[in-house]
């Protein structure tokens, strides 16, 4: 992950302030519900609204601006598919994946209007918890028009009271996520960038259980990122260990 400059920073921080006002009014935007975090990384990306929400091609995108296409996307990759197959063919297209780092659970409760105070959540966001969006995304992460910009927000989610355990948390609704500052910014602009996804904890071979154990991820995301770090030609399947398929990082990046 590349920690972001000063300028960076700041930058951020007048997106956030144009969107949410300075700096305790932000709790009275709750006709934004859960758009908030797509406004201010748009607003991060691209100051002048001039440039935003353009159609181009039959699609609307979030920015464009001289033969280039910024798509914002808090979640759910596969409904890119369409505008990637479009766009891909005459633009440069940054795909902009917010990730939540440190996150404050807050409640709301929806008869009072109360907000309770802040929960820091023992995990933290990292960059490679993107692999589950990108698969979705798979055929078209080696087209060389196609850059990825993950950036690490610290933020607070604001839940709804209304779950079903006795507290009312367990299965409760999201209701909103406020980004609080840019914790870090990766930028992935060719296949050799996705290197940076391979913690320097792995061995000269591994499993995706051994990637899963050095990344601190899930299987599931573990099994993403092997497959396409493997479609990339990042890293070679070498034979079998035990039951498991056994990987190598490519010598000749």
């Known amino acids: 992950m590349e920690y972001i400059s000063q300028s960076a920073a700041e930058r951020f921080e007048i997106a956030k302030n144009k969107m949410l006002g300075v700096p305790h009014a932000r709790y009275g935007i709750g006709t934004l519900s859960e758009k908030t975090v797509h406004a201010i990384v748009k607003h991060y990306m691209e100051p002048d609204t001039d440039y935003h929400e353009i159609p181009v091609d039959g699609y609307v995108a979030d920015i464009y601006r ?75 992460l080696a087209n060389e028009h196609l850059h990825i910009c993950l950036l690490l927000i610290d933020m607070e ?48 071979t591994f499993t995706a259980a051994d990637y899963a154990k050095a990344a601190h991820v899930s299987p599931g995301i573990a099994g993403a990122a092997v497959q396409i770090l493997r479609h990339l030609d990042i890293i070679h399947m070498i034979g079998k260990k035990g039951r498991a398929y056994l990987y190598e990082i490519n010598s000749s990046i």
Not at 162 to 183: F, V
Request: aromatic share 10%.
């Open 66 to 140: 001289e033969g280039t296409i910024i798509e914002i996307q808090t979640a759910n990759f596969n409904k890119l598919r369409e505008k990637l197959e479009c766009f891909l063919k005459n633009y440069e297209v940054t795909i902009v994946y917010p990730i939540p780092h440190i996150k404050y659970l807050r409640w709301l409760d929806e008869e009072t209007g109360s907000i309770g105070a802040g929960r820091k959540s023992p995990k933290k966001g990292t960059p490679y918890q993107a692999f589950k969006e990108l698969y979705r995304i798979k055929n078209y």
């Open 157 to 204: 989610e604001i839940r709804l009271l209304n779950g079903w355990s006795r507290d009312k948390k367990k299965g409760s609704t999201r209701y909103d996520r406020i980004p609080i500052k840019l914790a870090g910014e990766l930028r992935i602009d060719e296949n050799e960038d996705y290197m940076q996804m391979l913690p320097i904890e792995l061995g000269e």
